[in-house]
């Protein structure tokens, strides 16, 4: 079966700290992994997309990097800013056959000032 | 804005009542999709619909029924929804479904409530 795995399920850091969010995955055969931002209240906006060839793929200050081997991917967030409040998550598509993603519960992050 | 809409943005209805989402995408996309998100679950992928034909119902119950008159539109239509339908109804679009390196837009929501 399937499965997206996010950790931790929520994190609070001080504004400009840097922080990482990890998701595991059992997805197979792997095609791509996206990391979303949802703020509270909004859909989910992309940041980044990687596909099995791919390990690193930046976006401003934000860094993804994926493991295709051990079936992993994290999520660097650096200088951290209050607009970084929101959940984070995590979602793997197969290729062959059936297209649905499957999606991580999310990692909620705060960030005080 | 991600040049998705929803509307309503937040809907109250009972369990007898029928009640219509709607969503626009203004991106030019070929295809749409309609997702449940509830608290503390993954978000749920409901529909899919690619060149206005549905081509992924993901074992949903009957009492929703979606539709797509055209390239721009998605209707969901609620009828005898249950309490534990209550959630937050997100639509999106991507230029094609099942695209390698393809990104979905979503619009801001809809909170229902069924009471």
């Known amino acids: 079966k399937n499965q997206v795995e996010q950790s931790p399920q929520s994190l609070i850091i001080l504004e400009g700290k840097n922080c990482t969010l990890q998701c595991n995955y059992t997805v197979s055969p792997f095609s791509n992994l996206r990391w979303y931002k949802q703020d509270t209240g909004r859909g989910p906006v992309s940041l980044t997309i990687?596909?099995?060839?791919?390990n690193t793929k930046s976006n401003g200050r934000y860094t993804a990097t994926l493991d295709a081997d051990t079936k992993q991917s994290s999520l660097h967030i650096t200088a951290s800013q209050l607009s970084d409040s929101a959940s984070y998550i995590c979602?793997?598509?197969?290729?062959?056959?059936?297209?649905?993603?499957?999606f991580g519960r999310g990692t909620s992050l705060i960030v005080h000032p | 804005e991600t040049g998705v809409t929803q509307t309503p943005r937040h809907l109250v209805m009972g369990m007898t009542n029928k009640k219509s989402l709607k969503c626009e995408q203004h991106?030019?996309?070929?295809?749409m999709y309609w997702y449940k998100q509830s608290a503390k679950k993954p978000l749920e992928l409901m529909f899919v619909?690619?060149?206005?034909?549905?081509?992924e119902n993901n074992s949903v119950p009957s009492r929703f029924s979606p539709e797509c008159p055209n390239s721009s539109h998605l209707f969901l239509h609620l009828h005898t929804l249950q309490p534990e339908d209550s959630a937050l109804y997100l639509c999106?679009?991507?230029?094609?479904?099942?695209?390698?390196?393809?990104?979905?837009?979503f619009g801001p929501g809809t909170r229902l409530t069924v009471l």
């Open positions: 619909y690619s060149l206005e034909e549905r081509v």
């Open positions: 990687m596909t099995f060839s791919e």
């Open positions: 999106a679009s991507s230029q094609e479904w099942g695209g390698r390196s393809d990104t979905q837009y």
């Open positions: 979602v793997v598509s197969a290729s062959g056959g059936s297209y649905i993603p499957t």
């Open positions: 991106l030019g996309h070929n295809a």
